[in-house]
């Protein structure tokens, strides 16, 4: 089965500075990849998807991750954050083949300082 | 645009009561799941539907049932809820023709077991 970790469950940065989320998966078969983000007393948002192709991939309010396959890596990285992405984000995977479910990592709450 | 409708919103119940949260979606979504979310423990399934008229268990089935009443709707029961249910519960669907589809989330019902 596959399954995810992501490695840092608190990241504070201030505003204005770039910030990296990290994730990384294990899975014996390809897998498609994503990033969700909630807000405080929300559900969960879809921030962008990797399915296949290009590994840089470009989502919602300035969001990317990079797949990297020989790392079993998805990271997700904005270049310049604002106090609105002081969240929760949950890195998921799901095999690309099969009926086993999507499975979530722990999440990583990011904190923007004024 | 509702998207996923959870209701209620917030719940306390005393040890031993039942209960049934509701959730439907007006997306025509094939796919329908049950999670619950705690701090530090990421979103963890509980149930899912993979379509209308089918059920299965997901991570975490015990202490609870659920119900497919059509493709709209998908219930969530505790016969007999315990301390240990205490949570957010987030409803979700999605398309079901790939396993590429994102989800999309209701906006939880906190629950709490006194």
């Known amino acids: 089965a596959q399954s995810v970790t992501q490695l840092d469950s608190q990241v504070p940065v201030f505003e204005e500075a770039p910030v990296e989320l990290r994730c990384n998966y294990s899975?014996?078969?390809?897998?498609?990849l994503f990033w969700y983000v909630q807000y405080p007393n929300q559900g969960l948002q879809l921030l962008l998807k990797y399915l296949s192709g290009s590994t840089l991939v470009k989502g919602i309010n300035g969001f990317e991750a990079e797949f990297n396959k020989s790392q079993t890596s998805f990271h997700l990285r904005k270049p310049s954050v604002h106090i609105s992405d002081t969240a929760e984000y949950f890195c998921?995977?799901?095999?690309?083949?099969?009926?086993?479910?999507?499975?979530f990592g722990k999440g990583t709450r990011l904190s923007v300082i004024a | 645009n509702a998207g996923v409708t959870q209701t209620p919103k917030f719940q306390v119940l005393k040890t031993g009561q039942s209960m049934t949260l509701q959730c439907a979606q007006d997306?025509?979504?094939?796919?329908m799941y049950w999670y619950r979310q705690d701090p530090g423990m990421g979103l963890r399934l509980i149930y899912y539907s993979a379509s209308e008229g089918t059920t299965d268990k997901g991570e975490v089935p015990n202490g609870y049932n659920v119900s497919r009443l059509n493709k709209r709707e998908f219930s969530l029961r505790l016969e007999s809820a315990a301390p240990s249910q205490t949570s957010v519960y987030f409803c979700?669907?999605?398309?079901?023709?790939?396993?590429?589809?994102?989800?999309?989330f209701g906006d939880g019902t906190r629950l709490s077991i006194l």
């Open positions: 899975s014996s078969v390809s897998v498609y």
């Open positions: 997306m025509n979504h094939n796919s």
């Open positions: 979700a669907s999605s398309e079901s023709r790939g396993r590429n589809q994102p989800q999309h």
């Open positions: 998921a995977v799901i095999r690309n083949s099969g009926n086993t479910p999507l499975v």
